[in-house]
Structure formats: structure tokens, C-alpha cells
DNA sequence: GAGCATTTGTGCGTATGTATG
DNA sequence: ACATACATACGCACAAATGCT
């Protein structure tokens, strides 16, 4: 019966015995479909069983050609959870001259932020002697969330010495860029000078205001600013959802 | 009855309403225990319940002393699986001369390093591309786990064109050095270029390498390493045990 | 996946000590 | 002496996360 099928199939797309092997067809169908948007960027796909069912296939096969597409970087498979189109990474470089908008921008990208939170706090023994103000001094704490193309991408706790930057809360309020915040307080300039990065879990706050699931890491930096003087303008932690960003360093 | 206690209890230590409050007694008895090595870096410390019963107190009143110690970073408390002493952290400085051995030196460690697998295997399309060569010429594989006084911190995948580096499995097969491997090979010196960084669980083999939790993160970085000529020498992958390393970019 | 033991996290009620006015 | 406020400490119960079978 079954006659040799030279045609695709009606149904599944898939032509037999062609010399084709058929994960390669369902691999470059998958592909083509996240290609024209029919699945999006963070997605999640088909289970394999699905999968298997609509292309009328045993689930090895699927498996087959999503492991090829998990190679190519196309999509991500997470055990227990199913599989998701790869989300486009957003290159963070690191630099004396990390700038969160431009540095958006640069990947054309519409930046976006958000203040979450703003407090005059007094500092505790680590942060007062990086800030270089004696211990229990007033320091303003800003918590902003950045977006790329509305999309969170880092969640951003900055740490100024409130006695040189009384207005940067009034300031902050009006316009939620920290570079002209400071340019109004008269720091037209200031420049990176360490990040030490790390990565844990996030909060459950964390992962709910980056929009991630609470079992993907956040990337944790820790920065500091200092004017072209010298002095300490800020000191920054910031936390990245890993997966949807990539730190970029240039030596 | 009950008269009160002046002198510190015998079995205890603590002493009650003589004005220092119960829980900073405990909060300084087991930094001083952490201090002395008693409690090793990384070490499971008692439970709660174990610490109530041995300072006959609440357990509330342990876990009060046990979040000032986790905000002093001396302890790190994970629910569901216990108090860990806080591990000491390695500052790895990312720069042009990045060298794993150097590095860890710098931080008066001991470094190690035990090569898991050499291999040659033919360059997939990405790694083709970032190498200079043409897909499928073969690449020299090197899987190395390295390690700072005994403790893993970091497996890296190294990729080599095999067309250049014909010698290298027999070098390093003696030496697990990387650097000087090349500089046999007629590479005295090269130069990172550029470092991509991201974070994600380790897959059980990862953790179990780093014998670290499967649920703390790896730092994922990629490197690429050029010799003085420009020419890439080597385009390596590194997982790095989050929590026991740093990564410190300095601008 | 369900079930179980272990361990930390959280909430509530209560009592006592200490400092202030 | 009294009221108030706050920190300390205890007891109990249950929620949530983890690891194991």
C-alpha cells in the first residue's frame, strides 16, 4: 500500500525517502517559523510530543532537530519546563564610559527607565568607606528599572553621598536619567572605574520586576563612578537578567 | 527562685540581664568560632534548632544573631537547606593580560589546573567564524578544570586551530599550563580581546566538577585571544563557580 | 510524580526589661 | 507613680524550599 511519497506530505509538510532526512525538515521548518515571527523570542514551543504529533513522527526524530536548532543557538532546552525560542541578547558593554541609554542605543535599542524606589538612608560600614563619608552619614538611594524596547533589562540600586547631591531626588522625580541628574547637580562627566561581577538566583521581587523565572540567574554587578576629580560620585549594584543580556568587556 | 545571672551560665556562656542582649552574645561567640577556623569557609554550620538547644534559647533569638552575621557576609543561610559559613572569594581580573595562574597568585593562592579532555573535532559555524577558519577544519579541544589552593573555580573549554597548533595535545598532556603550551608553540605572548559574559545553572556535570550546588549559578564567560599579530590564537569558554569568584573588570 | 523528613522563613500572641517623659 | 514606646525573648503553628526515596 504506502506508496513511495515523492510529494510533501498534505498534512505534515514532510517529504519520505528523498534524501532529506526528515529532523532536518522539521529542523528547517522550525526555523523558518521562528524566522517569520510564528514563534516569538522567549516563547515557548511545542512540547515534543505535540510536535512529534503534528509532524507525524516519533518524538526522537523532533528531538533530533531541536537539539540541531539548541546548537545553532535558535532555541533553548530546559528539562522539565519544555523549550523556548531564544531571546535576542542585548550586548552590555563595560567601559570607563558605561552609559545605560547609549549603550542601548548602540544596539538599536529604545531605552527606557523607570524609578522604583528613592530614600535618603544612612550608610552602612562597606558602602560609606567605598563612597569615602564616615559610617551612618545620609546617602541617597535610587532603585531604577532599565528596559531595552520595553523589555526589563537590569534592575539598578545607586548609592550617592546625599550631602554633595541634596536635589538628585527632586531632579530624579522629573526625569529618570541618572547622567542628567548629575549633570544638573554639576558633574558633567564621570567615568567607571571598577565592576566586579558575580551571579546568583534572584529575589522573587527581582525575578518579577525583570519578568524572568526565578530559577534563570541574575547577573549582580557592583560599580564605581568617580568624577573626573576623582572623587566618588556613586556606587551601583546592579542586577542583569542573564539570558536577555550579555556583559561585553573590550581590553 | 531564679536569681539572676551574673556570671556567664556554665554550659551556655551567655550571660542574662547584665545589658548586652542574648542574641549579640551568640552573634559574637560563633563569629569568634568562624574566626578561629571551627567553622570552616563553606562549612554546613548547626541548625537552628541545634544552636537554640546548645545556648538554651529560642530559635528566634538564633536567627536574629544569624541574620546579623549574614548581613556582615560572614554567613550565608539557604531555606530548606541550612547556615553555610560564607566561602572567601576569588577576585578574577578580567584585562588584556588575563592569565589564570598570574591571577590567582596575585591573591596569594596556590593555583592548579587538571586537564579533563583533549580532543580535535571539527569546527561547528560560529566557532569557525571567531577562529578565522573555514567550517569543519579541525580545532584542538582542551577541557580544563583549574583550581585555587585545592578548591575548583573554573572549568574552560579552549578551542585551537589545529592547523597551527599541531603539537599542543602532547605539550599539555605534560604541562596542563596553558600559557606555556603556546609559548612552546611559538606563542610567547597574546592578548584578550574581548570577554562576553553571562550566567546560568550548571548542568549536573558542571556542578559536580565545581562541587558546588546545583542551584548556584555558573558565570559563563567567552574569550577571545589574539597573538601579537592580531591572529586569533584561541577562543575559549569558561564557567566559573559563581559564589567563589569575582569577576573584576577594571577600567 | 507523590510522599516524607529536614530545615529555614513568617506570622501572631505574650511577657519582660529599659529608656523617656 | 504612671503611661508610652521600643527592643528583647519565648512559644507555637504553619508555609516554603530542599533532598531523598
Same mark, same amino acid.
Given at each position: 500500500?504506502?506508496?513511495?511519497? @515523492?510529494? =510533501?506530505? *498534505?498534512? #505534515? ?11 532536518? *525538515? ?34 526522537? #526524530? ?26 535576542? @541578547? ?8 558605561? !552609559? ?6 548602540? *544596539?538599536?535599542?529604545? =531605552? ?18 567605598? &563612597? ?8 541617597? &538611594?535610587?532603585?531604577?528599572?532599565? &528596559?531595552?524596547?520595553? !523589555? =526589563? $533589562?537590569?534592575?539598578? #540600586? ?9 536635589? /538628585?531626588?527632586?531632579? &530624579? ?13 554639576? $558633574? ?15 529575589? =522573587? ?7 524572568? +523565572?526565578?530559577?534563570?540567574?541574575? /547577573? ?14 556613586? @556606587?551601583? *549594584? ?12 573590550? +581590553?
Amino acid at each position: 500500500m504506502t506508496p513511495d511519497a @515523492v510529494a =510533501p506530505d *498534505q498534512s #505534515t509538510g514532510l517529504t519520505r525517502r528523498q534524501g532529506i532526512a526528515l529532523w532536518r *525538515q522539521i529542523q528547517h521548518t522550525l526555523e523558518a517559523e521562528i524566522a517569520d515571527g510564528r514563534h516569538k523570542p522567549g516563547a515557548r514551543l511545542p512540547t515534543e510530543a505535540e510536535l512529534s504529533a503534528r509532524f507525524a513522527v516519533n518524538r526522537h #526524530t523532533v528531538r533530533r532537530a531541536m537539539e540541531e536548532l539548541q546548537g545553532r543557538g535558535l532555541v533553548r532546552i530546559e528539562q522539565g519546563r519544555g523549550s523556548f525560542v531564544a531571546e535576542d @541578547v542585548v550586548d552590555y558593554r563595560l567601559g570607563p564610559r558605561t !552609559r545605560f541609554s547609549e549603550n542601548i542605543r548602540a *544596539q538599536n535599542r529604545e =531605552p527606557a527607565g523607570r524609578i522604583l524606589r528613592i530614600a535618603e538612608v544612612p550608610a552602612e560600614a562597606g558602602l560609606a568607606e567605598a &563612597l569615602g563619608i564616615r559610617r551612618g552619614r545620609a546617602v541617597v &538611594l535610587v532603585e531604577r528599572l532599565a &528596559l531595552a524596547d520595553g !523589555r =526589563p $533589562v537590569v534592575i539598578g #540600586t545607586h548609592h550617592f553621598p546625599a550631602a554633595r547631591f541634596p536635589q /538628585l531626588p527632586e531632579l &530624579l522625580a522629573q526625569n529618570p536619567s541618572i547622567t542628567a541628574a548629575l549633570a544638573a547637580c554639576g $558633574v558633567p562627566d564621570y567615568r567607571r572605574r571598577v565592576t566586579r561581577i558575580t551571579a546568583r538566583l534572584p529575589t =522573587p521581587e527581582e525575578a518579577d520586576l525583570l519578568q524572568q +523565572s526565578r530559577s534563570r540567574p541574575v /547577573l549582580v554587578t557592583e560599580a564605581v563612578n568617580t568624577d573626573p576629580a576623582g572623587a566618588v560620585v556613586d @556606587v551601583t *549594584q546592579s542586577r542583569y537578567a542573564a539570558g536577555r543580556v550579555q556583559l561585553v568587556v573590550e +581590553s
